[in-house]
């Protein structure tokens, strides 16, 4: 888009921006700051403008936090730059490339007009000493592409993973100015962004335009936003073609479940963050200038501090993976360098008028990062997933680092392809696909969460999980608590068998990994855990990985499944009614060699795949009742739990 003319006095500094006196005065006085940002909050017609000292702790805890309402006019306090690196405090593995958790203390607020500000901003040529490119070929990425699927999902690592990669390059005479100008050309260009901002943290400008919501925090109301599936509007301008292309879009089992993934993820984090779990909302299209994506909205109500938030959703699996442990561990493996601010977070810190604590939250993508020397880099990675291609995600991770490269004038500026995108993200038929994605999903996270009434006998009986690292225990947690049960959760790595003992129940939960690895230490515990809750007679129920281990056991052999099942819905036969449940496996037990005359298996009729065990005191489910994925998983869980504690 074109600034609007500005209205009231102007003035011109020899940057070449121009504007009303109040917005370049602000401008000016936000500057002369140690540390400042300019944001556009989502569509706002107007730009937040702050200033302060800047300063650097060790822990999102060591964020100082303000009591009380907040002084007249204003609503942040802090503006905080959370690095990649920060995932140690949740115990996660990391390269630790140094990058400071950077507080700036905001001694100065400014609300300015979009248009004035726009109008206000420098305008200089970009210019480069070198202008560089991607530091991978995209045959060298390929190559990762075909690694991640076949050596990690492939063997039961995860369900998905996104690696970067970045584009460098030496930006001259390098500063405010240009940066300014880059910011500007954002403001104009780009639609759809969740933050536009250029930030400079007093070692560094980080300058972008992102899609995505972290987490926000608004009274005591959460808000995540996770994005997955980009259509790309490159060289589509017919609207009949683009909305042919939009309706196969939508229809692509791939960027489907791809989405459904990291809902399930970030449903985790709202489990863990949220006492009454996340409500789903949603699908919608998220236009972008050049890119469409596809978005869930989740919402849920917390207690906690905001810093403990910020620290607890680090970070979404749309730049990590799931399950983000083991994802965490992989980038670690694939990538050669830290990661400085990409992936991560950055987040305005505040309080509403009532004294509230708030925190607004982007997601770091779509964003240059660039120190005081001019040196650029500019990250961007694919989701990967069972059925990726390596061609078509080296093409989406142009795509992404397109619109900032743009803004830099390192590549071309695509056409504006967004033209009537509005009208067709209404169009009924694009509508109705939309929401016949939602047939498929659990009607317990897309409603109220209660369910059906539980049954009395659960109320008040407690179990205990024991936790293979994936978070797909908070939801198992927060569904036992809907049925009224109290849980506690046991690491694998420290189990003792008697750890496991004095509950009602004991779940042996999910979690990447080979089962059929004893010498690794998550599967020798699982198989301590197993054999003695066979030996003691005590109720439990394996999901997944705990599943695999309960039916190696039991004598029954483990192997690959044909197709990878890692986020995949499919229909199954569960004691003569059919569910569609949600999978998220690389190996499985199969049915064919004796067991005992009290294990009753139910199996794929034409693979043997062992979808369910039942024996004198134990269940085994190979799918997730408590995924997004599972339609009546809430039913299945309470019927499961149930028939053991009755």
Not at 211 to 225: A, I, T
Not at 298 to 322: F, K, P, Q
Request: glycine residues 10%; proline residues 4%.
């Amino acid at each position: 888009m074109e600034a609007p003319d500005p209205t009231g006095p102007t003035t011109r500094d020899p940057a070449g921006g121009s504007g009303s006196a109040e917005a370049r005065a602000a401008l000016d006085t936000v500057l002369a700051h140690e540390a400042w940002a300019v944001i556009r909050l989502r569509d706002s017609a107007t730009v937040t403008l702050v200033g302060g000292t800047r300063g650097e702790v060790a822990r999102l805890a060591d964020v100082p936090l303000e009591d009380g309402p907040p002084p007249g006019g204003r609503r942040f306090d802090r503006l905080l730059a959370i690095p990649f690196r920060q995932l140690a405090e949740r115990g996660f593995e990391v390269h630790d490339d140094g990058t400071p958790l950077t507080v700036v203390d905001i001694a100065i607020e400014a609300e300015v007009a979009l248009a004035e500000l726009v109008a206000a901003l420098p305008d200089e040529p970009v210019e480069f000493v070198d202008r560089g490119g991607f530091d991978t070929t995209d045959e060298q990425y390929g190559v990762v592409v075909e690694a991640i699927i076949g050596d990690e999902i492939g063997n039961g690592e995860g369900a998905n993973l996104v690696i970067g990669r970045h584009y460098r390059a030496q930006v001259e005479d390098w500063g405010a100015a240009k940066a300014l100008t880059v910011l500007r050309r954002l403001l104009e260009r780009e639609r759809g962004a969740y933050w536009t901002y250029c930030f400079f943290t007093g070692d560094r400008y980080l300058v972008g335009a992102s899609p995505e919501r972290h987490v926000s925090v608004h009274g005591g109301d959460v808000r995540m936003n996770p994005i997955s599936g980009t259509f790309r509007l490159k060289g589509i301008t017919d609207p009949v073609v683009r909305k042919r292309r939009l309706l196969e879009f939508l229809a692509d089992e791939k960027e489907i479940y791809e989405l459904f993934m990291v809902v399930d993820e970030e449903l985790k984090m709202m489990c863990d963050i949220c006492g009454e779990g996340g409500q789903v909302l949603g699908p919608f299209l998220k236009p972008m200038t050049h890119l469409v994506h596809t978005e869930y909205l989740l919402a849920g109500r917390t207690d906690r501090d905001v810093r403990e938030v910020l620290r607890d959703t680090m970070y979404a699996a749309t730049v990590t993976g799931s399950p983000v442990e083991n994802a965490c561990r992989l980038i670690k493996k694939y990538e050669s360098e830290g990661r400085g601010y990409y992936g991560a977070a950055l987040a305005l810190l505040g309080r509403d008028d009532a004294g509230h604590q708030t925190a607004d939250s982007p997601i770091v993508i779509r964003t240059a990062d660039v120190d005081l020397e001019g040196h650029l880099r500019v990250t961007a990675g694919a989701t990967l997933v069972r059925d990726s291609e390596a061609a078509h995600e080296v093409a989406e991770t142009h795509a992404k680092a397109g619109g900032i490269l743009a803004a830099f004038g390192l590549v071309e500026q695509a056409g504006v392809a967004a033209d009537g995108l509005d009208e067709l993200t209404r169009d009924e038929d694009v509508v109705i696909a939309l929401g016949s994605r939602n047939q498929r999903l659990s009607r317990f996270w897309l409603t109220d969460q209660g369910g059906s009434p539980p049954a009395v006998e659960l109320k008040g009986r407690t179990a205990v999980i024991l936790d293979g690292e994936d978070d797909f225990v908070n939801m198992l947690r927060h569904v036992l608590a809907v049925m009224g049960m109290t849980t506690s959760v046991v690491r694998h790595e420290d189990f003792a068998p008697q750890a496991l003992e004095g509950y009602d129940l004991v779940i042996v939960g999910p979690g990447p990994g080979d089962p059929r690895d004893g010498d690794h230490p998550k599967i020798a515990a699982f198989r301590a855990a197993v054999d003695g809750l066979l030996h003691r007679g005590q109720a439990f129920l394996a999901v997944c990985l705990g599943h695999q281990v309960l039916c190696h056991r039991l004598g029954m052999s483990l192997g690959y499944k044909d197709i990878v099942f890692q986020g995949t819905q499919s229909r199954v036969v569960l004691d003569g009614r059919e569910e569609n449940v949600g999978f998220y496996n690389t190996f499985v037990a199969r049915a064919g060699g004796p067991v005992a005359d009290d294990v009753e298996l139910f199996a794929d009729p034409e693979t043997g795949d062992v979808h369910l065990v039942r024996g004198p005191h134990y269940r085994g489910i190979q799918f997730h009742a408590e995924s997004i994925l599972t339609e009546h998983g809430y039913e299945l869980i309470h019927d499961l739990v149930l028939d053991l504690l009755s």
